[in-house]
């Protein structure tokens, strides 16, 4: 996976690699103008609630700018969502190829790119699963 990185951070200081070693790791590249992330949200803060306390960690990534800072805090005050986002993430959207949003992707805890959907629909939970399942191991 690629490394996450982002201009600046809310709900948090920026991951490292160090911060997210062994770590299961849900990102979701989003923005605030787009409906179907809106539609989204709900089901995710779910999700985080569900697997938050199993180890699972979750990121927010959208390429919205420093001066969309209050649309993007609005945007997370509004849909429940607590756990770390980025804002102005060109570099690691691109990296994901995060063309069409919202966009998931799963990390295992060796740091590997192991799932990827765009308007989830479920799926995510049974990724989560798969990848708890797993032992992790050293490289």
């Known amino acids: 996976a690629p490394e996450i990185k982002a201009a600046g951070?809310?709900?948090?200081?920026?991951?490292?690699?160090?911060?997210?070693?062994?770590?299961?790791?849900?990102?979701?590249?989003?923005?605030t103008w787009c409906g179907p992330c809106r539609e989204e949200a709900p089901h995710l803060v779910a999700v985080h609630k569900k697997f938050a306390n199993r180890g699972v960690t979750f990121i927010g990534l959208t390429t919205d700018d420093e001066d969309q800072l209050d649309k993007i805090q609005q945007f997370l005050k509004k849909a429940g969502i607590?756990?770390?986002?980025?804002?102005?993430?060109?570099?690691?959207?691109?990296?994901?190829?995060?063309?069409?949003?919202?966009?998931?992707?799963?990390?295992?805890?060796?740091?590997?790119?192991?799932?990827?959907?765009?308007?989830?629909?479920g799926a995510l939970e049974e990724a989560l699963e798969a990848v708890l399942a797993q032992p992790a191991t050293r490289s």
């Open 9 to 31: 951070w809310l709900n948090g200081d920026a991951p490292t690699k160090e911060s997210l070693a062994g770590k299961v790791v849900v990102v979701c590249c989003w923005a």
């Open 82 to 121: 607590t756990w770390l986002n980025g804002w102005g993430a060109d570099e690691t959207s691109k990296a994901l190829n995060a063309e069409y949003i919202p966009a998931l992707y799963v990390i295992d805890r060796n740091g590997r790119l192991v799932w990827f959907d765009q308007e989830d629909g």
